[in-house]
């Protein structure tokens, strides 16, 4: 009789563990008992924006990015750039410190939001930098504007979130949207004299936005576009693809990839067909970074490509950036991931320098209103949707001092996100995809 | 038996009470948010577990059941169209596709049922991730809005607790009734099932539309707490998740899921802050429970109590007992 059944000891049992789990959460978050003296520091010396020469207090930035995960490599790469620059430069500037909490997210939107939620709610950051991804970014952009905290994106090249999703509280800091950094790669594929091309990019957001900023480039300055292929994501083998763009026969051939295994794997296939002589070929930004360049070596030398970057450009800050960079990483050659990153800590930075401490929709202003002049992506102002409207580099690999570097043999300045539209014509046309590439 | 209930609905109640109560406890926005998801986790995992313990039929599809169910608000939400017909597109299209994985699996069984539930969960999430004229592709749509009522965090916190109560005591209630006993008879043995006159691709199908249906009612509760969706709430990866939420907890348990779901939604969110190589841990703590603790974590603690009792009392036979994956037939 004293006996209990089973499943009521489980339900017993369960009521502990439950109590202990969720106990867990409080406790391993509360920590940030310490942080509330600091912000309320940093919140006192808002008065501080008077007398902008010596402000003093702290910036707390809340960054978020895939540390883990399919996507690890490049969201180590975007954190070490914003690392790499408070390192060079130190992380007090004009009396105030920068002071980072990294957090990963895994590229997981539900894992951002939640982490995103911790910066906000338990740290109380100033700024949330990043993440990522496309799905990833827009779910934070839409949860820190809602509780008015400013949020810089280093890397995320989703068109909305400077266009449809835009707000005062988001700036794509450190790099461009899809359709708008190859825009450009369309109009000097036309200006070469080309006619026809045909396009290869991966079938998803991404893809359909850069094929799409190719394409409007091209046929605005009187090219045609012939064929369009869409390849799926994890795609390894290329040579039907390769095959296509062969039988397609057009004067160019325009490919794209989100970086990472793609870029080398169309290359072998690529060459491996013997194409490289015989058809004229653009990339796009990620398909021809340095992970591309070093796994292919000097196969890869004059393959033209069209991005924001071009860390072969001849400017004294970006040979002190790669300089820099090679000094910690063994030698290598910083990659876009990199240079968003570190162009977000320098546009921090700058503002910091110039204004003091500014907090809220007053730091993106203060950012948006900013006219970078030095900056390794070339001279920077924003537009009224906080996008960055910088230079387009048209790349070549060349060798330079026994390295393989992308080197700009043609710049299209001050590029804006609107592909030669007005913004309410832009943004009153569907979202880019396989049936609508505009 | 009437006493041991009091004491399982007692035991209870006082979880609910505690999981309620935990708003006031002076709990941040952020921790009543992180216990927000380990609610609709566990409601998503006790219907994979409900349908996997009595069904026999390991699921690897019920992400995307939910998922289409955030995308069916999310697209409404996005036509501006009415909350109440938010909720109910939601549930329309999670039923529906709930539907097309019941009528393609129910003459299946075992791995094959697994390899069924996999592929159409992999359409989804491919529907999800091109379809972009609905889905708006892999961007996912945002600013999907909870009904006025629920705006607050602790009043959308108290009614998940609400739901997981509800739906907990359901999936329970339905287990122990003749239905389940039914279900538990297929999975033991389908042919002698049969020969009984049961008619067994019918019974499947009902386990599968009630796991799919409280399914898509959690994919619901998921958009209304992250406003959002994008084709990761489909994929493949948080299926497979669910399935280590169930075998963590205690695969046939009442509490497993939520037990199962605690963890993997603290090691993901919490202990990733401070632990950079928080897969691992989630990976090495799973691979122990599966040497050390079989029947999962309040599987193995309520076999440990049971044997413990033993010595006072004759080992009363279990009625109810937690079975595997792969399900021995015994025949007596």
């Not at chain 2, 099932?193 to 386990?207: I, T």
């Amino acid at each position: 009789m004293l006996t209990l059944p089973r499943w009521s000891a489980a339900l017993s049992l369960g009521v502990v563990a439950a109590l202990a789990l969720t106990a867990c959460a409080p406790a391993s978050s509360e920590d940030p008992t310490e942080p509330p003296a600091e912000t309320a520091g940093a919140s006192d010396d808002e008065t501080g924006d008077e007398a902008p020469a010596q402000a003093e207090g702290t910036l707390k930035v809340g960054y978020i990015s895939p540390i883990t995960g399919n996507f690890a490599v490049a969201g180590q790469e975007m954190v070490d750039g914003w690392n790499l620059y408070w390192e060079i430069n130190g992380n007090e500037v004009n009396g105030v410190t920068v002071e980072t909490i990294v957090e990963d997210d895994a590229g997981n939107p539900e894992i951002s939001l939640t982490k995103a939620r911790k910066l906000v709610e338990s740290d109380q950051v100033d700024v949330v930098v990043g993440p990522l991804l496309a799905n990833t970014a827009l779910a934070v952009a839409e949860y820190t504007s809602s509780v008015g905290v400013p949020n810089l994106h280093p890397v995320a090249a989703a068109d909305d979130l400077t266009q449809r999703a835009a707000n005062d509280f988001t700036v794509r800091s450190g790099s461009m949207s899809g359709s708008q950094a190859n825009y450009p790669g369309g109009v000097w594929a036309a200006d070469q004299g080309h006619e026809t091309a045909v396009t290869l990019c991966p079938d998803y957001a991404f893809g359909w936005e850069s094929c799409a900023g190719f394409k409007q480039g091209f046929e605005q300055n009187g090219g045609e576009v012939t064929a369009q292929f869409w390849y799926p994501n994890g795609t390894s083998d290329f040579s039907t693809y390769v095959s296509q763009l062969q039988s397609a026969g057009a004067d160019i051939a325009y490919v794209a990839t989100a970086g990472g295994a793609p870029g080398p794997d169309f290359m072998r296939s690529f060459l491996g067909l013997g194409l490289k002589d015989t058809q004229p070929l653009l990339m796009n930004c990620c398909s021809m970074d340095q992970a591309t360049l070093r796994a292919m070596g000097t196969e890869v030398l004059g393959i033209h490509s069209v991005s924001n970057w071009a860390e072969g450009r001849d400017a004294p800050e970006v040979a002190e950036f790669n300089a820099a960079y090679a000094e910690r990483y063994d030698g290598k050659i910083p990659s876009l991931n990199v240079a968003g990153g570190y162009v977000t800590a320098s546009q921090v930075a700058q503002v910091l320098a110039e204004n003091g401490l500014v907090t809220g929709d007053e730091l993106v202003a203060a950012i948006s209103a900013t006219t970078f002049e030095d900056s390794i992506l070339g001279k920077t102002v924003f537009d009224e949707y906080n996008n960055p409207v910088s230079p387009v580099y048209i790349r070549e690999v060349q060798e330079v001092d026994g390295q393989l570097l992308n080197v700009p043999i043609e710049t299209f300045d001050a590029v804006d996100q609107w592909l030669g539209m007005d913004p309410e014509e832009a943004m009153a046309r569907p979202n880019y995809s396989q049936q609508f590439q505009g | 038996m009437t006493r041991d209930r009091k004491v399982g609905l007692g035991a209870m109640a006082l979880l609910l009470l505690a999981l309620a109560s935990y708003p006031y406890l002076g709990t941040s926005g952020y921790q009543v948010s992180i216990a927000s998801t380990v609610l609709i986790a566990a409601i998503l995992a006790s219907t994979v577990n409900f349908l996997a313990a009595d069904g026999g039929m390991a699921s690897l599809g019920h992400g995307a059941i939910a998922g289409a169910a955030a995308y069916g608000a999310g697209w409404a939400s996005l036509q501006g169209h009415s909350m109440a017909t938010q909720i109910a597109l939601a549930m329309v299209v999670g039923i529906l596709v709930t539907t097309v994985y019941g009528v393609l699996s129910m003459r299946t069984n075992g791995i094959y049922f697994l390899m069924v539930t996999l592929a159409l969960g992999m359409v989804v999430f491919g529907l999800a991730y091109r379809l972009s004229s609905v889905t708006r592709g892999e961007n996912g749509i945002t600013g999907i809005e909870r009904p006025e009522v629920l705006a607050e965090p602790w009043a959308f916190y108290l009614f998940l607790v609400g739901c997981f109560a509800v739906t907990t005591a359901a999936l329970w209630v339905v287990s122990r009734s003749p239905f389940g006993a039914t279900l538990r008879g297929i999975r033991d043995s389908e042919s002698r099932m049969r020969s009984l006159g049961y008619y067994v691709p019918a019974y499947k199908l009902g386990a599968f539309m009630i796991s799919g249906t409280i399914a898509s009612l959690a994919g619901l509760l998921a958009v209304w707490h992250t406003h959002f969706v994008s084709p990761s709430a489909t994929e493949l990866g948080r299926s497979v998740l669910l399935i280590v939420m169930v075998l963590l907890g205690g695969l046939g348990t009442t509490l497993g899921p939520l037990v199962g779901a605690a963890i993997v939604i603290l090691v993901e969110n919490v202990v990733s802050n401070s632990v950079e190589r928080w897969p691992t841990v989630l990976g090495l703590i799973f691979i122990l429970t599966i040497l050390f603790a079989r029947a999962g974590l309040v599987g193995s603690a309520a076999k440990v109590l049971r044997r413990r009792r033993r010595g006072t009392d004759a080992g009363e036979p279990d009625t109810a007992e937690p079975a595997g994956l792969t399900t021995t037939t015994t025949i007596p």
